[in-house]
């Protein structure tokens, strides 16, 4: 009996030794199976083992927790990336509108331009039908530039003359005499001729488009028959009656 007990608790730490797979080295380096473990010896074995097992939940944990970090760097950016493609968007379909609408302007000038320029040739074309007809002029004092009752009254007569029409043009003409600076003489002429188109256009509701306006300072001055300075009459504004035939005829045909 007493032999069958030491066996079976032979045996039994045999198997334990076996299963834990522990081992004990001599100090000549001969490994051998330590055949009486005890739990202080099983315990010293498995602790560094708990250990490194606990070491390694922390490590895992840790990178865990990183690759998390990662992750919500990751979603962050990509939502800032979504923001970015989408204000870009906005800003390409703004700058596409300011475009179309910018495109649409310079079309509608490009439109206005040709019909002006269009008028611009019609009027060109038509300048050569126009003939000087009649001319008529004003006299000025000495410096003035307003006009006296007699330069009413010939204004008067030219305008009741082209009350009627239609395809006429004025061209007025300003003038002074040689006496005096350049300066002085330009002022003159442009301001003489001011005051006739001011008194046709208020006084006989004469169309400003229909005249052409100069001052010409002290070109063109009158010369006496001795050959001297006509200087009252250098003093003056000219108006030349021009008239287009073609515009007349059609004037009185849409009448009849």
């Known amino acids: 009996m007493k032999i069958t007990r030491v066996g079976r608790v032979y045996n039994a730490v045999l198997i334990m030794s076996m299963v834990f797979g522990l081992a004990q080295y001599s100090e000549a380096g001969v490994g051998k199976l330590w055949p009486f473990a005890t ?40 939502k800032a990336a979504m923001q970015g493609v989408q204000e870009a968007d906005a800003k390409a379909g703004k700058a596409q509108d300011g475009a179309a609408a910018a495109g649409n302007a310079a079309q509608e000038a490009s439109n206005h331009l040709n019909r002006f320029q269009q008028d611009v040739d019609s009027r060109l074309g038509n300048v050569d039908n126009y003939q000087q007809v009649k001319t008529v002029q004003v006299n000025f004092g000495v410096s003035q530039t307003v006009l006296n009752q007699e330069s009413k009254a010939t204004l008067d007569e030219l305008a009741k003359e082209m009350s009627e029409s239609k395809g006429y043009v004025l061209e007025v003409e300003g003038f002074a005499d040689p006496r005096g600076s350049a300066a002085e003489n330009l002022r003159l002429s ?42 009252s009459k250098s003093r003056r504004v000219e108006i030349h009656l021009l008239r287009n035939d073609n515009l007349q005829v059609a004037s009185k045909q849409a009448g009849s």
């Not at 602790?47 to 970090?69: C, F, M, T, W, Y």
């Not at 400003?208 to 006509?230: M, P």
């Open 39 to 78: 739990k202080k010896h099983v315990k010293n074995q498995i602790d560094p083992l708990s250990g490194r097992v606990g070491e390694l939940e922390e490590v895992n944990k840790d990178h865990a927790k990183k690759i998390q970090e990662i992750d919500e760097r990751t979603q962050a950016g990509i």
């Open 190 to 231: 442009k301001e003489r001729a001011s005051s006739v188109v001011r008194y046709l256009v208020e006084a006989h509701q004469i169309p400003l488009f229909r005249i052409r306006t100069l001052g010409l300072g002290d070109a063109n001055t009158v010369k006496k028959e001795t050959g001297r300075v006509d200087y």
